[in-house]
């Protein structure tokens, strides 16, 4: 009998115990870095969450490219030393290759200050760079040149334009005020793992142009 009672009581402890743990409160909004020296588990700030609809909204855009257009999701680390969920508008043959890219970029913590479609500055690609925003589909042509930007096919992506602006052989930046200092916070060089990761999928970096230089920008076809 007193057996009996011991295994009575013991089924109790254990019936309590797991409704306790299943009675705890979800954590929303985290994320787990599993490839960082410690895996952690942090509150994310969530700056964008727009449907494709409303990031496309405001633009005219050929009906070709925009049925190959999707919003991607992408948590990074930004300069606030928080984690940020931002969003890039892109053609979907590059959707995975993005996210796979942006979440080796988040275990590195490589920092990048905003990650918005580029429909938030109004579609102007100057207010957004002024604004150090992350931005991948703009439907423009080449500056100063009437060639479609492999930007209007969202196969590019610019990372950071004010810490990594684009540099013209006489020297000028854009966005304008801005400069290249390989030591600030955010910028991209030859030899930061930026760089590795984008070319392990096969992107190309402006910052290897020849005469020109476009710190900034990532491209799946090198232009």
């Given amino acids: ?36 020296d410690s895996v952690k588990t942090e509150v994310t700030i969530v700056d964008s969450r727009l449907t494709l609809e409303e990031a496309l909204r405001g633009k005219d855009i050929p009906d070709s490219i925009r049925r190959n257009l999707t919003i991607v999701s992408v948590t990074h680390f930004g300069y606030d ?11 979907k043959s590059v959707q995975v290759e993005l996210s796979s890219i942006f979440d080796s970029l988040l275990s590195i913590r490589f920092p990048i200050e905003s990650v918005r479609p580029i429909s938030n500055f109004g579609w102007s ?9 992350t931005s991948c589909f703009n ?6 040149s009437s060639r479609i930007s492999q ?10 334009p004010f810490q990594n ?20 916070k955010g910028t991209i060089t030859q030899s930061s793992r ?16 020849r005469g020109s230089k476009d710190y900034q920008h990532f491209s799946k076809n090198g232009r």
């Fill in 125 to 133: 690609d100057d207010r957004s760079m002024a604004n150090n925003n």
């Fill in 194 to 209: 930026v760089v590795e990761i984008f070319k392990h999928y096969g992107w190309g970096w402006g910052g290897n142009w």
């Fill in 1 to 36: 009998m007193k057996s009996v009672n011991k295994l009575f009581i013991l089924l109790s402890a254990l019936v309590i115990f797991t409704q306790c743990q299943n009675s705890q409160p979800e954590q929303k909004y985290t994320t787990k870095n599993s490839e960082a």
């Fill in 81 to 91: 030393n928080k984690l940020h969920i931002g969003q890039l508008v892109c053609d």
């Fill in 151 to 160: 930007h209007a096919y969202g196969r590019a992506i610019d990372i950071n």
């Fill in 165 to 184: 602006p684009y540099v013209s052989t006489s020297g000028n930046s854009q966005p304008e005020m801005a400069s290249y200092n390989p030591d600030a």
């Fill in 139 to 144: 439907y423009r042509t080449i500056a100063h």
